[in-house]
């Protein structure tokens, strides 16, 4: 079945640790994106990939960094930088085809800091 | 900048009842208004969405209604269930941003 696949589920970070989260789609979408989800804020883009080696800042990249080597993998990795990364972690796709409409979001990763 | 207005915060419905949720828009450029469910522990998995070219849209149970005047657009779910129960977001975006603008989200609770 094609779908997102967010790995680990859970992760435990401890303090001015890098930690890098997994995102894996087997829809050959074009887009990629990584929001972060707190409660009472909803979710907040932090990095987004429309093609291979590219991607753009969203709203909350500082501390935060991703690559896109691969049309399949868009890894995010929380840097020591990122003073509050306790939060839940969604990767999400989207395809051109379909004007980037109608994100596919994974399971998530929760991360937090010990 | 909040570009997405999601209200109420919590709402509790009883069984049978209708389930409104309301989201208010600043941004005249945003073209597609989807509506994503949540259950704890998941991602969030779209439910509808409407474009604003109508003024309704239903799918089942679930229905957008979308006033382009006031820049407002709203989640009815009619004869709710418990298995409704969930968080609720609202979206908003543009094609060639490719980027959607998330809600706060409401979490439904459906009561027997």
């Known amino acids: 079945d094609g779908g997102i696949t967010q790995s680990p589920k859970y992760l435990f970070r401890k303090e001015g640790q890098n930690v890098t989260l997994s995102c894996e789609q087997n829809?050959?979408?074009?887009?990629m994106y990584w929001y972060r989800q707190d409660p009472g804020q909803g979710l907040r883009l932090i990095y987004y990939?429309?093609?291979?080696?590219?991607?753009q800042k969203g709203d909350i990249a500082e501390g935060y960094s991703v690559s896109r080597e691969k049309k399949e993998s868009f890894p995010l990795t929380v840097t020591s930088a990122q003073k509050n990364p306790t939060a839940f972690y969604l990767c999400?796709?989207?395809?051109?085809?379909?004007?980037?409409?109608?994100?596919?979001f994974g399971s998530g990763t929760r991360l937090t800091v010990v | 900048q909040q570009q997405v207005k999601q209200s109420p915060q919590s709402l509790i419905v009883q069984k049978g009842g209708i389930s409104i949720i309301n989201c208010a828009y600043e941004n005249t450029a945003f073209d597609y208004f989807p509506w994503y469910q949540q259950f704890p522990g998941k991602g969030p998995a779209l439910l509808i969405a409407i474009r604003p070219d109508v003024s309704e849209k239903k799918e089942g149970r679930f229905t957008i209604s979308f006033n382009k005047s006031a820049k407002q657009f709203s989640l009815h779910i009619m004869d709710s269930q418990p298995g409704d129960s969930a968080t609720y977001f609202c979206?908003?975006?543009?094609?060639?941003?490719?980027?959607?603008?998330f809600g706060t989200g409401t979490r439904l609770q459906v009561t027997l």
């Open positions: 979206a908003a975006g543009t094609g060639t941003a490719s980027k959607l603008t």
């Open positions: 829809l050959n979408h074009d887009a």
């Open positions: 999400a796709s989207s395809s051109r085809d379909r004007g980037y409409y109608g994100y596919t």
């Open positions: 990939s429309q093609i291979v080696n590219d991607f």
